[in-house]
């Protein structure tokens, strides 16, 4: 099926991103092993990764408008390689920090044959991103038509990114992955709260298994002062409130080779259509679509997807609506 055309005057917003930069290593295993069990392998992958990396990947390869990245590395080959795939996903990495005292970050991941995972992160450079570090990329981030953060940076970089977004009018979306706890200065100053359903629960203490504790979690944090919050639920979709009106939205059905990548397809491609001005159901619908999408590869970064093949998924589910 031929490919919907992006819309006229689509992809011309700048995303700008703060976030991780690690190397994926990446095993392939029958089962996630329990405590204290040996499970053998196959051969170990080298792959980019990095939570800010592979949203920066995603929103690069969905997007027509500028992708800025702001991060650090170490002065390593695992820092050079992250940083030319990015340059080769139509991210700018001019203003990623590299470092000769500290190295790259690193991820251990283990993916089993159904494609759930689980990661172990050494932050290494990613963790002396300062928020010092931000205050000289201040006209960076006030250009952007929206800025998108998460967890793997230092918690206090991530405030002062935020306050630069509110002092610029920047709306902010925030992936509060991995999750920790979060001050109410950084909630009122997020502008759309992404976060699964483990994240969800601990931020707000209300079980999020399915969609209707998904709804109840949602309102608890929109109390908190965001005014979009959206709760992804895997297969289940996602779950959204949004000014005080519920969103519900199923997944798209594709073949899972490994879902490590999905949530940060996800994000990305919601950055990249909200900068575009895509209304929010509409940007979600295409986030969805991108996060699908991401599954039917290894690794995190999704090189190999584009506008393209998000609009032909969607062509072929017309009927994917969200509902209220």
């Known amino acids: 099926m031929t490919a919907r055309p992006m819309p006229a005057g689509a992809g011309t917003g700048t995303v700008v991103i703060l976030g991780s930069i690690n190397m994926d290593i990446v095993v392939s295993t029958p089962h996630i092993p329990r405590p204290g069990e040996t499970v053998l392998g196959d051969a170990a992958r080298y792959l980019p990764g990095g939570k800010g990396a592979n949203q920066a990947v995603a929103a690069g390869r969905l997007s027509a408008g500028e992708v800025i990245f702001i991060g650090c590395t170490g002065d390593d080959?695992?820092?050079?390689?992250?940083?030319?795939?990015?340059?080769?996903?139509?991210?700018?990495?001019?203003?990623?920090?590299?470092?000769?005292?500290?190295?790259?970050?690193?991820?251990?991941?283990?993916?089993?044959?159904?494609?759930?995972?689980?990661?172990v992160v050494s932050p290494g450079a990613n963790a002396e991103l300062r928020p010092t570090d931000l205050d000289a990329q201040e006209n960076v981030i006030a250009q952007a038509g929206i800025a998108i953060a998460q967890l793997e940076t230092p918690l206090p970089t991530v405030q002062r990114y935020a306050e630069l977004c509110r002092a610029h009018d920047v709306p902010l979306l925030l992936n509060a992955a991995p999750f920790q706890p979060l001050s109410g200065s950084l909630l009122t100053r997020t502008t759309y709260l992404v976060v699964n359903r483990a994240e969800a629960t601990a931020l707000t203490g209300v079980p999020a298994d399915d969609r209707a504790g998904a709804r109840k979690a949602a309102a608890e944090a929109a109390a908190l002062g965001v005014p979009h919050v959206v709760i992804t639920l895997g297969a289940a979709g996602c779950v959204v409130l949004t000014e005080g009106r519920y969103l519900e939205l199923d997944a798209f059905?594709?073949?899972?080779?490994?879902?490590?990548?999905?949530?940060?397809?996800?994000?990305?491609?919601?950055?990249?259509?909200?900068?575009?001005?895509?209304?929010?159901?509409?940007?979600?619908r295409f986030a969805a679509a991108a996060g699908a999408l991401a599954c039917r590869h290894l690794g995190a970064q999704q090189h190999g997807i584009s506008a393209a093949d998000v609009y032909d998924l969607l062509a072929r589910h017309p009927t994917h609506r969200t509902v209220a």
């Open 253 to 284: 059905p594709v073949e899972v080779v490994d879902s490590t990548g999905a949530g940060d397809a996800f994000v990305g491609g919601l950055g990249a259509a909200l900068a575009r001005g895509d209304r929010l159901d509409d940007a979600l």
């Open 77 to 119: 080959d695992f820092g050079a390689r992250m940083r030319a795939g990015l340059r080769s996903a139509n991210v700018r990495v001019e203003h990623v920090r590299t470092l000769s005292d500290a190295p790259s970050g690193v991820a251990f991941v283990a993916v089993d044959a159904r494609g759930e995972n689980v990661i």
